[in-house]
């Protein structure tokens, strides 16, 4: 599971025209709504447009640039090594994201690169991030306060007024992704523009040091500084002008599928919605899917086995006993893979400890739980527990809805197999629209809806 900000556009018979042109386009594009006056801003980052990861011996390594970006039009290529970007030496991940967001944009910035061991000096002139376009809905650049510093929230709503709407709020998956992406195919994109569509607010948050967001830099945060940020973005969306505050839902994908039942006991919420996620022991969940894995990926039944050994082995030593990741993989060299996580050692202890479905004993909301059948990470029983534990208590609140051929990612997968062989080759399908008309479905049958 990428980031973005403001693009500068560059007598009185002019000021004529530009008044006529501007109601014209009114006319065609009603205006976005105002953000409120008293909420904080942040400035807009500079953007790339390539991925990285760590690199051996040190700094980071391109693993993919997007065409049309910034780093495409000066060159850079999937394997380069960057060293430096400008002044500022670059030894991780998190050091490459804060000087790409320090740009500047609009000006060349020299990239030290090496690129098959050679030395290069690239000049990238970075780009000022793109804002969504949409004719129909508007993307509002807000912020939330948190612990003293500003993370960035997206609202996307529908153009003109309306008054007070229903609102939903998306608790993302693990990892270091920018949900303001100008990717028009992101799944957490189209779901906020789908339903913008049919009058419900969207908020999206983006994570603590990814894009225009201040705060420590994500790959150092744990889950329960996650979760306070998701606490402070479903109070805001609360709190917007535009948005009725007995009206607020709450979807969470993934591990966001352990935060919202979590705040929904905190906040109250009209209802949830979950997809693609854990009901059961952290620890008994990790060593399921690692079998599933193994299976798709062909690997003979013994060396299965002896890979389930040492995933227990690795995973309890770092989750359970909490021993130190170094000397860990020092006594087990194995374990440097099997504790590869997109996230920090104590954001993975604190999901280990936490008891997963606690939350949906106590809750007594509607609610909507969603399995892709192509998801290889995750599984059906899972789902069907967390509805089945609802229903026990609350007969009919919880609703179980499969959607074919839909993934982890929520992308149109196939079979398990057949995407799980793509994500091998570095691929992945197309947004699914059936999972918005599930959405939609479900909670236009609690709300008026605009038509789809």
Known sequence: MSGTADRPWTGARRMARRALAAA??????????????????????????????????????????????????????????????GDRQVADAAGFVAAVKAGPAGR???????????????????????????????????????????????????????????????VGGIGCYSVDTADPDDSYRRIAHDLGRRGIVVMRLEKSGVGDSQGPPCPTVDLDAEMKSYAAALDALGHHAGV?????????????TLIAPRLALKRKVAGLIVAEGVGRNWIEYELANLRRQLVLDRIPPAETDESMRLKELC???????????????????GCKEMNAYPAPAAYMREAAA???????????????????????????ADHRRIADIVNAAHPGLATLKLIDGMDHLLKVGG???????????????????????ALADWLCARETCAHG
């Open 415 to 437: 079979t398990e197999q057949e995407d799980f062989d793509r994500g091998k080759k570095g691929g992945k399908g197309a947004y699914d629209p059936a999972l918005s008309a």
């Open 244 to 256: 009725d505050p007995a009206r607020l839902y709450i979807f969470g994908h993934s591990i966001g």
């Open 108 to 170: 060349p910035i020299a990239f030290a690169l090496r690129r098959d061991g050679a030395p290069l000096t690239l000049p990238v002139t970075l780009a000022a991030a793109p804002d969504e376009q949409d004719p129909q809905v508007a993307t509002l650049y807000e912020a939330v306060a948190v612990d003293g510093s500003l993370r960035r929230t997206l609202v996307t709503m529908p153009r003109g007024g309306g008054g007070r709407r229903p609102a939903l709020l998306i």
């Open 315 to 333: 995973m309890h030593r770092l989750l359970v006993e909490r021993q130190d990741e170094t000397a860990i993989e020092a006594a087990e060299p």
């Open 24 to 85: 014209a386009l009114a006319l065609l594009h009603p205006p976005a709504p105002a953000a409120a006056a008293d909420a904080p801003s942040l400035p807009r980052h500079a953007t790339l447009g390539a991925s990285v990861g760590p690199a051996d011996g040190g700094h980071v390594k391109i693993l993919s640039v997007l065409p049309g970006t910034p780093a495409a039009k000066a060159g850079l290529r999937a394997g380069d090594v960057v060293d430096a970007i």
């Open 354 to 380: 936490l008891n997963i479905v606690e939350p949906w004993t106590k809750l007594s909301l509607p609610l909507l739980v969603i399995y892709g059948t192509a998801d290889f990470v995750t599984e059906e």
